[in-house]
């Protein structure tokens, strides 16, 4: 526990990746989905938040990536305030669907990202050509969308993130279109993948035995009804590297039980809010 305390520590000693403070958003005329909310990310950190459905998780990363525009607060990526327009070259943004382009091949979808940034089609293929290796990808540069199994095409579309974007990973439930066995084989190569890049990620998962296995904190809802005014950060001090034999163990199960108490107390207090009104 010594060393995964140390790694904690080192974590937390780390400059920030995202720095989120008092960030309200409504659409027009409906209820805000968020109310001052106000969270940190240190740089190479793996956060997961987990949230019921329906509760604008997709929302804040739209807002994060500079999609949308806040009502108020401000969103500081790296270091930098950044809450004014797009930031595609600060923030790598992977949407729940893969979203290539049926008509590019793995090497063409994959630098894409690279050429919206003004890289030379020539060289965005270079780059794209020395990793493909490394995300699993090696031989199928060639091949098009549809002749790929979903997780050869979750690869692609996270190694588009990986180049396109800056330091930040935004990942909004990657592998949830994705089989039992399939899931399990892409928590492992993206625990792999981050692991040597080190890169900043918040992801988005239903699956609270995948964000105590990829995260180094959780961030829960701390509401079961809209809007947001704050994430409850569970820290996740399990050792690393993690695979499937660490959901096996009795410190898994008790940040398991601690995440579902957790669920609960919200859940109830909702309901007692319900009967209030």
């Not at 409504?26 to 987990?50: M, P, Q, T």
């Not at 020395?130 to 098009?144: D, H, I, Q, S």
């Not at 330091?167 to 084989?185: H, I, K, N, Q, W």
């Amino acid at each position: 526990m010594a060393g995964v305390n140390g790694q904690m520590q080192q974590r937390e000693a780390e400059p920030l990746g995202l720095s989120v403070h008092g960030l309200t958003y409504s659409f027009e005329g409906e209820r805000a989905l968020f109310d001052g909310v106000s969270f940190d990310i240190h740089k190479g950190e793996f956060v997961s938040i987990v949230a019921a459905s329906g509760m604008g998780k997709t929302t804040l990363f739209r807002l994060l990536a500079g999609l949308l525009a806040p009502n108020a607060g401000t969103i500081a990526i790296g270091g930098g305030n950044a809450s004014g327009g797009g930031r595609g070259n600060v923030v790598g943004y992977m949407p729940q669907r893969d979203c290539l382009m049926p008509w590019r091949n793995v090497l063409d979808n994959a630098a894409l990202g690279l050429e919206m940034q003004g890289v030379s089609k020539r060289e965005a293929r270079q780059r794209v050509m020395e990793l493909l290796a490394k995300f699993g990808l090696e031989g199928t540069e060639r091949k098009f969308p549809h002749e790929l199994s979903g997780g050869m095409r979750q690869r692609v579309s996270f190694l588009r993130s990986l180049l396109g974007g800056g330091e930040l990973l935004l990942l909004d439930e990657p592998f949830s279109a994705l089989d039992a066995m399939t899931r399990v084989g892409m928590q492992q190569w993206l625990l792999q993948v981050w692991e040597q890049h080190k890169k900043t990620i918040l992801f988005i998962t239903h699956d609270i035995d995948e964000a105590l296995l990829l995260s180094d904190r959780v961030l829960v809802a701390s509401a079961k009804e809209k809007p947001i005014t704050a994430f409850e950060s569970l820290p996740v001090d399990l050792p690393r590297p993690r695979n499937e034999e660490t959901a096996l163990g009795s410190r898994f199960v008790d940040l398991k039980r601690e995440l579902l108490g957790r669920f609960g107390r919200i859940a109830a207090a909702g309901a007692e809010g319900g009967v209030m009104n």
